[in-house]
């Protein structure tokens, strides 16, 4: 079994399949991300629409790079004139042939000329990597890292673009994210690639002093006994019973501050 290469995103909504047929195309797209690169069909598709704008004789049927820039070019221009906005990443998916950017983009242009949606398309996220694929692959089969940069990264890409600074970005965007693929394999499955767990993964969680001594108080806030009343009986440790006795002390005279100063002048007299 070959994992060398991702499945081809072909298959369109039987709808816009539909509507290509009736525009009478002059051959029928049967690979997408060939027919569609050079931009001659897109033309084509659009001349029906609007053939005062478009003129068939100014584009070409080839498959050489600069004559899908020059197309493309051309319908650039007609795209501003009648303020037509098409995703950018759609055309740059759909010129270097990346996988499920022509089927997007064919349905982006049944919508804009129909207007017509398409619900499952208009939901999904424009990623045009081999991302979704290797997810699917097993780990012993998913590609390494130049493997990546040379599936998601086209020839035609390094052409187009002459600013190497940007050309290096696309590839370190591409390794980190193959780096973190293979981060979260290693999580997956750790024993694959031989990863011993670390003395602080290994040792036992004890609960601290602190912890510990807090618990233990709460326990005994929980476990406290209710104070008995002075009629109720205590019962000892050793099975002892023991009942509270109720004393009343002795009233005592209520004192008179007259008689005590009137004793007080009488002494004081005497002297």
Not at 82 to 92: F, H, S, V
Not at 117 to 143: C, G, W
Not at 204 to 231: D, F, G, H
Request: proline share 6%.
């Amino acid at each position: 079994m070959s994992y060398s290469t991702s499945p081809r995103r072909t298959g369109l909504p039987r709808t816009v399949l539909r509507w290509l047929q009736s525009l009478d195309l002059t051959f029928s797209p049967r690979h997408f991300r060939r027919d569609f690169s050079n931009g001659y069909l897109i033309a084509e598709i659009f001349s029906w629409y609007y053939p005062e704008d478009i003129q068939m004789h100014s584009f070409e049927n080839g498959t050489s790079l600069p004559v899908k820039l020059s197309n493309w070019s051309q319908l650039g221009k007609f795209f501003a004139k009648r303020n037509l906005k098409p995703i950018r990443e759609l055309i740059d998916g759909t010129i270097h042939c990346k996988p499920g950017a022509a089927e997007i983009f064919v349905q982006d242009i049944y919508t804009m000329l129909t207007n017509r949606r398409i619900k499952h398309i208009q939901n999904e996220e424009i990623d045009f990597t081999d991302r979704l694929y290797q997810e699917k692959l097993p780990m012993v089969a998913r590609s390494t890292a130049s493997k990546a940069i040379k599936s998601n990264i086209k020839l035609t890409e390094i052409m187009v673009e002459p600013n190497e600074n940007k050309n290096r970005q696309k590839v370190r965007a591409i390794i980190s994210m193959h780096m973190y693929r293979r981060l979260l394999e290693r999580e997956q499955d750790p024993e694959r690639f031989g990863i011993k767990p670390t003395l602080g993964a290994r040792a036992i969680r004890r609960p601290s002093v602190l912890a510990r001594s807090l618990s233990t108080t709460n326990l005994q806030r929980e476990k406290a006994v209710p104070v008995p009343s002075a009629s109720t009986e205590i019962r000892g440790k050793m099975g002892v019973h023991f009942k509270a006795i109720q004393v009343k002390q002795a009233e005592r005279c209520p004192f008179d501050m007259n008689a005590k100063v009137e004793a007080s002048s009488a002494h004081f007299k005497g002297l």
